[in-house]
């Protein structure tokens, strides 16, 4: 029997079914207390977590009989890959197992973006009539929506949003523009300085990466289309937090949604405080019942399948 230690929250059938041929911890507070978890990682042969562990530095040197690392989403940036190759040790994400989840929030937040018009509840039932104010929302159908990264997540978001109609472009320097894909999916093929400047909404889906960090700069925030929407779910970091602010305040921007942040939890930001048309979340665009669900249960598998 091996040593499972899981150390973020996990579907609890999930964590059953790795019992009936493990040991497990599943301790979902695990990432808060760092002795507790290095002292569990000495004794663990696979290692479970979500974003907020860092396999890195002083945790990865503690993995010292550990085989696996398995990953309960996508991004790898919480992870010492490299580290944990030398170590011997395999790192196995949930590859598309959240796509879903995060196409169908960036499809929903740009139509909301756009339109502008859910927030007069409070107005509303208190009599007032706002009809004239909110007249002026604008349709997702026939805009151009940008898409910064075009993998599992990119791909399923223009999926989407072709079918409210909008046209989708996209960047990826993974793929040339005489790459299949293009044409399976009838999206359009430009340059990164193009999907900015002629999107009405762009939205990221690139790791985060020595390239990608710092990519929406306050410069090409400024190149975007005047009124335009901007939606990341890719990672803090990549966007410059304080310009992005500085645009929807400016009216540069005609809205933003942030499900991602530099600093996770978000420290009160006076940057982002009584911005106009600004949705922020944490960091929830890919966890939903149903993906939480496939996840759990697909690292599960993979993880049960390596210690066979
Ligand atoms: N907010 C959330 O809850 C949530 C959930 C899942 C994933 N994510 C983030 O979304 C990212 C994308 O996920 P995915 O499943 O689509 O990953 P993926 O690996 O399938 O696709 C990423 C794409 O980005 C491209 N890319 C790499 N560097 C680039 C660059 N400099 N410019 C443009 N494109 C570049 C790659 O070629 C690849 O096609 C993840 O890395 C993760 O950080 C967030």
New binding site residues.
Partial sequence: MAQVVITEFMDERAVAQLRTAHDVLYDATLVDDARRLHAEARRADALIVRNRTQVRGELLAALGRCKLVGRL???L?NIDVAGCEQRGIRVIPA??A??LS?AEYVVATAMLLLRGAYASTDAVASGAWPRQALSSGREAGGKILGL???????QLTARLARGIGMDVTA?????DDDHPVWGQTLVRCAG?DEVIRMSDVVSL?????E??RG?FSAERIGSMKRGAVLIN???GGIVDEAALAAALRSGHLGGAAV??FGTEPLPASPHFQGCPNLVLTP?????TAESNERVSFLIAQQVLEALR
Wanted: without cysteine; hydrophobic residues 50%.
């Fill in positions: 989403g996508v991004g940036d590859t598309g959240n796509a995060v910064v990264g075009f993998g599992s997540i990119g960047f990826d320097p993974m793929m990164l889906h690139v790791p985060l990466t390239a990608t990519l779910t890719a990672r499900d991602v960091h929830v665009a890919g966890v």
